[in-house]
């Protein structure tokens, strides 16, 4: 059974960056697909953006299109997520997940295995 | 961009069925996803594929989607079972995994 684990809670100035890590173990992600969600305080969930074995790329939702990265290191089953440009709206609980998948998809999968958080503070 | 609508809250006594939706334009020919998630805590995937569901997760948990709306249904409720509830899918216009707003189920 994979297991997600997040890097640890940061507090960051407006228009600094942050790199959260999320590192699979017990499994891999290597034929999964990778995702970040996030959630503002009192706030529902919000796909950042991920990596789908369908697309085989990075794509990011809109809002945050131009100021998210999102990369995969296979070797250590590390993924990680940067944010440039922190706004104090960028507050918020931030999630890695992995979607799982068959051979050959053609359609994105559900999200089954979630880390347990990383906590983002943007305060000047 | 595609909006997945759900009710803020549903309230439901011990024992009874509790039935929180998920409008969405079509949402019939979308794949949904239902997850819970309790305070304090990361999500968890009850319902995937519209009425599939992971090992470990009670059958009193099921699903069910046609035309413009999705149904997330949990029998016999328990206390446990108090938590906030989010449909997702995946718009293929726009290539964005989108969440609706949550339902929070309250067992009174």
């Known amino acids: 059974q994979v297991q997600l684990m997040q890097s640890g809670a940061a507090v960051k100035k407006p228009g600094s960056s942050v790199k959260v890590s999320c590192k699979a173990s017990g499994g891999t992600f290597s034929s999964y697909g990778l995702h970040w969600v996030r959630q503002a305080p009192g706030q529902g969930l919000e796909w950042v953006g991920g990596?789908?074995?369908?697309?085989?790329?990075?794509k990011y939702g809109q809002v945050f299109q131009g100021r998210v990265t999102i990369t995969t290191d296979e070797s250590t089953g590390t993924a990680y997520m940067e944010v440039s440009s922190l706004r104090p709206e960028d507050t918020a609980v931030y999630y890695c997940?992995?979607?799982?998948?068959?051979?050959?998809?053609?359609?994105?999968?559900?999200?089954?295995?979630w880390g347990q958080g990383t906590l983002v503070t943007v305060s000047s | 961009s595609y909006v997945l609508t759900q009710p803020p809250s549903v309230s439901v006594a011990p024992g009874q069925t509790a039935s929180i939706t998920c409008g969405g334009n079509n949402i019939g020919s979308k794949a949904v996803h239902w997850y819970q998630q309790k305070p304090g805590q990361a999500p968890v995937l009850v319902v995937y594929?519209?009425?599939d569901r992971p090992s470990g997760i009670p059958d009193r948990f099921s699903g069910s989607n046609s035309g413009n709306t999705a149904t997330l249904t949990i029998s016999r409720v328990e206390a446990g079972d108090e938590a906030d509830y989010y449909c997702q899918v995946w718009d293929s216009g726009s290539d964005y995994y989108v969440f609706g707003i949550g339902t929070r189920v309250t067992v009174i």
């Open positions: 990596i789908s074995p369908v697309f085989g790329i990075a």
């Open positions: 997940a992995r979607e799982a998948s068959l051979p050959m998809a053609t359609v994105p999968y559900q999200f089954d295995a």
């Open positions: 594929a519209d009425r």
